[in-house]
């Protein structure tokens, strides 16, 4: 039964490079928005040659930009996502920039017997080849468990930079030590005290020996290193927030890293299944799970897979499932300029198959990944937009410490009115602004790319102009508050000290003179975090906090962790659970 039509064939848009796929969702999006975008932005004067055209145009002609907020509501009742109140939550007017949908594989009623083609004994099965799948299946074979791993696209999906980890022998050999107690208490706070404390003594414990045996099963592939900012601060405090610095990276990136891993599995006798979605779980009445059904999309047969050990949810989150996002997540957050989204086929079937058998979803609001630095214009993110320059709302003023982490940053220009920003900066190129300041501290990702290929991937939405009015103009944002808070961040500039808001001086400029230069800046939406209610040992539990004997869930199917918001300045913690919480499972499954 597929319950909802798919706006992206099954498959298609899939490959092993998890960026290719990121910059094939975003173009897919900018082209469907890029007409209408191309109206409002030509009436700016941007770097990028295809829209400047200062030179054949004078600022004095410019005028008459859209509001932000308006557009917003523009896109989403074009695009048909709005999410229907029309009404305001928080100044914030609601907006829905969708997601690509894909299509359901859970299957609610009971595949008959007579239509399952063939059945095979294994002792795991592992559903995902995301991250979490990916490693579980090397854990679990590596310890002579029989592996199947199902996956519902053609390959493994995996992204990103990073995993984060406190005490492995990366972090060890850098000669940091970091304060596993005070980031417990930091974990603990940014959930609110809304999550398992257990689950996250877990990580917090067994981090470092999870993160080293990833790194010696793949020590033929990869090269790791912890991803320091320039200044070597293992935390930075801003705005009373620890950002925790411990990123462990591969020099050949994590696509590379996880494909490390996956051979190693497959090296180790794990059966990989593509194109053969979980559809529904197998469950007796006194032994709880004790397999699963999947389904070939090449011929559309079944398969029932037995498993003496159990079975694995890791299907990720509810990305591509508009429905669910719809019910399980505060509306605000749905307010986003793009999706950082390179999967297209993440319906939440492992959240919908655990819950069809007893499984409970953790309470609502769900939490979404979130990232400032998205493209008002352009609707996708982009490295400039994620500096923590000064950034002013549409009414002139500056509202918050810029460089207080992701997350944070993102909430806070999300209940400015119309939920964006732009940011300012002042200097005689463009570069040289940008080179005055210390933005490679505060952005990791800023660290691997020149000043001018940071430019060049932006240019078409940074605004450019010789004077403050002229800006203004340009953009829409309050004159006299501009002039204003220019003149103020000049007078903190000179000081050498934030007592407005407290963010790094080195992040401050002067704007006494131009040229200035301007780019708004919305959210962008990753993946869901939130997911069925798991022990400390990735077992499923039911409505009575019982675990399901066989059923266990991984990565962003599961839930414990978060809420509120994602926290970003505990590093690359969610690659991080995948990989501590897999190895965890299959010594745990192994030795059962
Ligand atoms: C652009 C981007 C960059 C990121 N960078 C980082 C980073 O640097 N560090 C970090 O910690 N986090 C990062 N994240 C978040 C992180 O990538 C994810 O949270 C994490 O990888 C989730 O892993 P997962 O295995 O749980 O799920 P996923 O990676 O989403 O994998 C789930 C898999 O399950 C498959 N699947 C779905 N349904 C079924 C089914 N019915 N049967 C079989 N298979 C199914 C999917 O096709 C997919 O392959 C980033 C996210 C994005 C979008």
């Given amino acids: 039964m597929w319950r909802s039509e798919s706006s992206f064939p099954l498959g298609s848009s899939h490959s092993a490079e998890g960026d290719e796929n990121t910059r094939r969702t975003e173009d897919a999006m900018k082209q469907r928005l890029s007409e209408?975008?191309?109206?409002?932005?030509?009436?700016?004067?941007?770097?990028?040659?295809?829209?400047?055209?200062?030179?054949?145009?004078?600022?004095?002609?410019?005028?008459?930009?859209?509001?932000?907020?308006?557009?917003?509501?523009?896109?989403?009742?074009?695009?048909?996502?709005?999410?229907?109140?029309?009404?305001?939550?928080?100044?914030?007017?609601?907006?829905?920039?969708?997601?690509?949908?894909?299509?359901?594989?859970?299957?609610?009623?009971?595949?008959?017997?007579?239509?399952?083609?063939?059945?095979?004994?294994?002792?795991?099965?592992?559903?995902?080849?995301?991250?979490?799948?990916?490693?579980?299946?090397?854990?679990?074979?590596?310890?002579?468990?029989?592996?199947?791993?199902?996956?519902?696209?053609?390959?493994?999906?995996?992204?990103?930079?990073?995993?984060?980890?406190?005490?492995?022998?990366?972090?060890?050999?850098?000669?940091?030590?970091?304060?596993?107690?005070?980031?417990?208490?930091?974990?603990?706070?940014?959930?609110?005290?809304?999550?398992?404390?257990?689950?996250?003594?877990?990580?917090?414990?067994?981090?470092?020996?999870?993160v080293d045996w990833l790194i010696e099963a793949t020590k033929?592939?990869?090269?790791?290193?912890?991803?320091?900012?320039?200044?070597?601060?293992?935390?930075?405090?801003?705005?009373?927030?620890?950002?925790?610095?411990?990123?462990?990276?591969?020099?050949?990136?994590?696509?590379?890293?996880?494909?490390?891993?996956?051979?190693k599995a497959i090296e180790n006798g794990t059966?990989?299944?593509?194109?053969?979605?979980?559809?529904?779980?197998?469950?007796?009445?006194?032994?709880?799970?004790?397999?699963?059904?999947?389904?070939?999309?090449?011929?559309?047969?079944?398969?029932?897979?037995?498993?003496?050990?159990?079975?694995?949810?890791?299907?990720?989150?509810?990305?591509?499932?508009?429905?669910?996002?719809?019910e399980n997540m505060r509306p605000e957050d749905l307010n986003v300029v793009a999706w950082r989204l390179p999967n297209t086929e993440n319906t939440g079937d492992g959240q919908l198959m655990g819950e069809a058998i007893g499984g409970v979803l953790e309470p609502r609001p769900h939490i979404m990944m979130r990232d400032p630095g998205g493209s008002a214009a352009a609707h996708s993110s982009m490295t400039f937009l994620s500096c923590r320059w000064p950034r002013v709302n549409k009414l002139g003023k500056r509202f918050v410490n810029e460089c207080i982490s992701h997350n944070d940053l993102a909430n806070a220009f999300m209940r400015q009115p119309g939920g964006r920003d732009w940011i300012i900066l002042a200097g005689p190129t463009l570069k040289e602004a940008m080179e005055g300041t210390t933005y490679k501290d505060h952005t990791p990702g800023a660290r691997k790319q020149t000043a001018e290929q940071i430019i060049e991937q932006a240019k078409d939405v940074i605004v450019q102009a010789d004077t403050l009015e002229e800006l203004a103009q340009a953009t829409g944002i309050d004159p006299e508050n501009l002039q204003e808070t220019c003149r103020r961040i000049t007078e903190l500039h000179a000081n050498g000290e934030d007592v407005d808001f407290g963010t790094d001086p080195g992040m401050l400029m002067s704007f006494e003179s131009g040229p200035y230069y301007a780019a708004e800046e919305g959210a962008s939406n990753l993946v869901t975090v939130s997911g069925l209610v798991v022990t400390s040992d990735s077992e499923v539990v039911d409505g009575d906090g019982r675990a399901i004997p066989g059923l266990y869930a991984l990565g962003n199917c599961s839930g414990g962790m978060f809420n509120d918001s994602y926290p970003h300045e505990l590093s690359a913690i969610s690659h991080s659970r995948c990989v501590v919480f897999s190895y965890l499972l299959a010594r745990h499954l192994a030795e059962a």
């Fill in 271 to 326: 059966s990989v299944r593509y194109s053969t979605p979980a559809v529904q779980l197998v469950r007796e009445q006194d032994r709880g799970v004790t397999g699963v059904v999947a389904k070939s999309m090449e011929d559309g047969s079944y398969l029932r897979l037995t498993a003496s050990k159990g079975v694995a949810l890791c299907t990720g989150g509810y990305e591509n499932n508009l429905e669910m996002l719809r």
């Fill in 220 to 263: 033929d592939a990869i090269t790791p290193y912890l991803n320091l900012p320039d200044s070597g601060a293992a935390v930075d405090t801003f705005g009373g927030v620890n950002t925790y610095n411990d990123t462990i990276e591969a020099k050949e990136g994590m696509v590379a890293w996880a494909q490390a891993a996956l051979d």
């Fill in 36 to 210: 209408r975008d191309d109206q409002t932005m030509s009436r700016r004067t941007f770097l990028g040659g295809s829209l400047a055209f200062a030179g054949t145009m004078g600022m004095a002609a410019l005028g008459g930009c859209q509001p932000v907020g308006a557009r917003a509501q523009r896109d989403a009742a074009e695009l048909g996502g709005t999410n229907g109140s029309g009404a305001s939550e928080g100044g914030s007017p609601l907006s829905f920039f969708e997601p690509p949908r894909g299509t359901v594989a859970f299957e609610a009623d009971q595949v008959p017997e007579n239509s399952i083609a063939k059945t095979e004994e294994v002792d795991l099965v592992v559903c995902g080849a995301g991250l979490a799948g990916v490693v579980l299946s090397l854990a679990a074979s590596e310890r002579g468990l029989k592996t199947v791993l199902l996956e519902k696209t053609a390959g493994m999906n995996v992204r990103g930079s990073g995993i984060g980890s406190l005490s492995c022998s990366v972090v060890k050999e850098a000669g940091i030590v970091f304060d596993e107690r005070a980031y417990l208490d930091d974990a603990l706070k940014a959930a609110l005290y809304r999550c398992d404390a257990e689950i996250w003594r877990t990580w917090v414990e067994r981090n470092g020996e999870a």
